[in-house]
C-alpha cells in the first residue's frame, strides 16, 4: 500500500510540475492590428537624393516639390515655345511615381485654347519626365506606395 502511495504521489508531482499546464493557462493576448489606413497620405514623400538627408518630413515635401518644378520648367525652358497669340494659362500635369521610384505622365489638364496654340506641349512633359532621375518612392507603413499628385505649370508670354 505504502508503495501504491509513493507511486501515486511521484506521478502527482511529476505532472503538477509539468511546464506544459502553465502554458495552456496562460494564454498570450493577441496584438490588435490597426486596420484603419488614411490612403490620402504617406509617410513619406517621394524623394530626390538631394532631399533625403532633410530631417523634417514638411521640408522634404517642399524639397520634392521644389526639385520637380525645377527639374519640368528646366526641361521645358530648353524648347522654344512661341504662340502667335498672347497666352496666359495654368495647365494642370498630374504626375504618377510609383513603388520602383519612376515617374510617369497621369494626366494632363489642359484648356482647348492652349491645347490648339501649343499641340506639342503633352509630348514635350512626357519627354521631360523622361529626364528626370530617379526617385526614393513613397512610404506608407514601411512599405513604398504608389503616389499621384498635379503640379501646376503657369503658361505666360
Do not use: W
Request: proline share 5%; with cysteine; charged share 25%.
Amino acid at each position: 500500500m505504502l508503495k501504491q502511495v509513493f507511486s501515486f504521489l511521484a506521478c502527482f508531482f511529476l505532472v503538477v510540475s509539468c511546464s506544459y499546464f502553465d502554458k495552456i493557462q496562460k494564454k498570450e493576448a493577441i496584438p490588435e492590428v490597426d486596420t484603419i489606413v488614411d490612403f490620402s497620405k504617406v509617410d513619406a514623400f517621394p524623394l530626390f537624393l538631394n532631399c533625403k538627408d532633410i530631417p523634417s518630413r514638411e521640408k522634404q515635401q517642399v524639397c520634392f516639390q521644389l526639385e520637380m518644378a525645377n527639374h519640368i520648367y528646366a526641361a521645358l525652358k530648353s524648347y522654344s515655345l512661341s504662340t502667335k497669340t498672347s497666352l496666359n494659362d495654368t495647365v494642370f500635369v498630374k504626375l504618377k511615381v510609383d513603388t520602383s521610384g519612376l515617374t510617369s505622365l497621369s494626366g494632363i489638364q489642359i484648356s482647348e485654347e492652349t491645347k490648339s496654340l501649343l499641340p506639342q506641349f503633352d509630348s514635350l512633359i512626357k519627354v521631360s519626365l523622361q529626364k528626370l532621375p530617379k526617385l526614393e518612392p513613397a512610404i506608407k507603413r514601411d512599405m513604398p506606395v504608389t503616389t499621384e499628385f498635379t503640379l501646376p505649370i503657369i503658361l505666360k508670354n
